[in-house]
T-cell receptor, first 115, second 115 residues
Framework: GAVVSQHPSRVICKSGTSVKIECRSL??????MFWYRQFPKKSLMLMAT?????????EQGVEKDKFLINHASLTLSTLTVTSAHPEDSSFYIC???????????FGPGTRLTVT | AQSVTQLGSHVSVSEGALVLLRCNYS??????LFWYVQYPNQGLQLLLK??????LVKGINGFEAEFKKSETSFHLTKPSAHMSDAAEYFC?????????????FGTGTRLKVLA
């Protein structure tokens, strides 16, 4: 149980275009989803917290207009990187928290490369 | 503010030897604590968690951790390392009082298992 999927696993896009990453909790409803960014050989950096039906809460220094987060249902959250630039290239990981718990279950990650 | 320290960014052990990965936290109120493992280009998998029940917690793949309030520690151990244990390990804490459910991650420890 507690499986989280992400799609796509890898994406290459051109500079200036937008790309959407989906995060789904497959066998549970997620009250809260989180989006992280991970740089090579580094720990995870929390970008934003997403609660179903409400606006995401962004961490300090994360541009909310650049990284659009939508949590339209209890099993789906999306991250859209708008007007992507090469410096946005990274490994993006989502996680989902089942209601009534503190643990997070992580997706397999999405490798974004902006050329 | 809460913080997590993982002492040793790289740990090498021989196959069959004891694995000890250290995690110390800083918090006025004992948080909930988690250990995750990450294999290359993958998401994080929950190994075990401490949520104020038993202080000795057993997880998957033969790992266990002991919560020691007096030492503010939650070290991860495994009696006998396997080659398949080679990965990155992250300790994470979440405060039980903030209501945000956000994790604070340690910087990670890369475990290398020598044949």
């Amino acid at each position: 149980g507690a499986v989280v999927s992400q799609h796509p696993s890898r994406v290459i896009c051109k500079s200036g275009t937008s790309v959407k990453i989906e995060c789904r909790s497959l066998d549970f409803q997620a009250t809260t989803m989180f989006w992280y960014r991970q740089f090579p050989k580094k720990s995870l950096m929390l970008m934003a917290t997403s609660n179903e039906g409400s606006k995401a809460t962004y961490e300090q220094g994360v541009e909310k207009d650049k990284f659009l987060i939508n949590h339209a249902s209890l099993t789906l959250s999306t991250l859209t990187v708008t007007s992507a630039h090469p410096e946005d290239s990274s490994f993006y990981i989502c996680s989902a928290r089942p209601p009534g718990t503190y643990e997070q279950y992580f997706g397999p990650g999405t490798r974004l490369t902006v050329t | 503010a809460q913080s997590v320290t993982q002492l040793g960014s790289h740990v090498s052990v021989s196959e069959g030897a004891l694995v000890l990965l250290r995690c110390n936290y800083s918090s006025s109120v004992p948080p909930y604590l988690f250990w995750y493992v990450q294999y290359p280009n993958q998401g994080l998998q929950l190994l075990l968690k401490y949520t104020s029940a038993a202080t000795l917690v057993k997880g998957i793949n033969g790992f266990e951790a002991e919560f020691k309030k007096s030492e503010t520690s939650f070290h991860l151990t495994k009696p006998s390392a396997h080659m398949s244990d080679a990965a990155e390990y992250f300790c994470a804490v979440t405060p039980t009082t903030s209501g945000t459910y956000k994790y604070i991650f340690g910087t990670g420890t890369r475990l290398k298992v020598l044949a």
